[in-house]
T-cell receptor, first 118, second 114 residues
């Protein structure tokens, strides 16, 4: 079965540079979530989009922005990168009101993008 | 303040035995709980979930129990297999609007020894 696709898998940037992470949700999923996981930490929710509109916002810095496009893929844009932005960035997708039996709004995660800021 | 707590950072179990992973939460508005398994360099993989209106959900070797009065849930794996060795995250959701984000615990590293 198709899973969530994230690109790139690894990204190395310098301080103050910008980065764009991409997420392609599972086909027919309409909701995308972004999470940040620092070393030894639990994933922290950043932002989510439902039907191309921002649906929820977590601990996302003002330097970050995101959007969901008409084909439901999402991009996380990160500017003025700082050393502390080095982390794993996960994208997850779900389908509202799924009848899959796995539970409503179960989020399925991509493999993550490892961002290293030097 | 950590709303979802996994107080055991690690657990070691013999193959064939039961693994019990515990999770406590503080927010009574959580309405849905999930367990994810994570291998190094991979994203969390959904395992099993439970709605707050239930107290048990079973899927093969995995069973999740929810005790709402104690704000506690647990994941039972029976029998444990070496391939189950991974970090297990408990996650909870507050239902808000049309979608809700997940709040994760810090994870428990399970090691199943042959």
């Amino acid at each position: 079965a198709a899973g969530v696709i994230q690109s790139p898998r690894h990204l190395i940037k310098e301080k103050r540079e910008t980065a764009t992470l991409k997420c392609y949700p599972i086909p027919r999923h309409d909701t995308v979530y972004w999470y940040q996981q620092g070393p030894g930490q639990d994933p922290q929710f950043l932002i989510s989009f439902y039907e191309k509109m921002q649906s929820d916002k977590g601990s996302i810095p003002d330097r970050f922005s995101a959007q969901q496009f008409s084909d439901y893929h999402s991009e996380l844009n990160m500017s003025s990168l700082e050393l502390g932005d080095s982390a794993l960035y996960f994208c997850a997708s779900s389908f509202a009101g799924t009848g899959s039996g796995k539970g409503v709004d179960t989020q399925y995660f991509g493999p993550g993008t490892r961002l290293t800021v030097l | 303040d950590q709303q979802v707590k996994q107080n055991s950072p690690s657990l070691s179990v013999q193959e064939g035995r039961i693994s019990i992973l515990n999770c406590d939460y503080t927010n009574s508005m959580f309405d849905y709980f999930l367990w994810y398994k994570k291998y190094p360099a991979e994203g969390p993989t959904f395992l099993i979930s439970i709605s707050s209106i239930k107290d048990k959900n079973e899927d093969g070797r995995f069973t999740v129990f929810l005790n709402k009065s104690a704000k506690h849930l647990s994941l039972h794996i029976v029998p444990s297999q070496p391939g189950d060795s991974a970090v297990y995250f408990c996650a909870a959701r507050v239902y808000g609007g049309s979608q809700g984000n997940l709040i994760f615990g810090k994870g428990t590293k399970l090691s199943v020894k042959p």
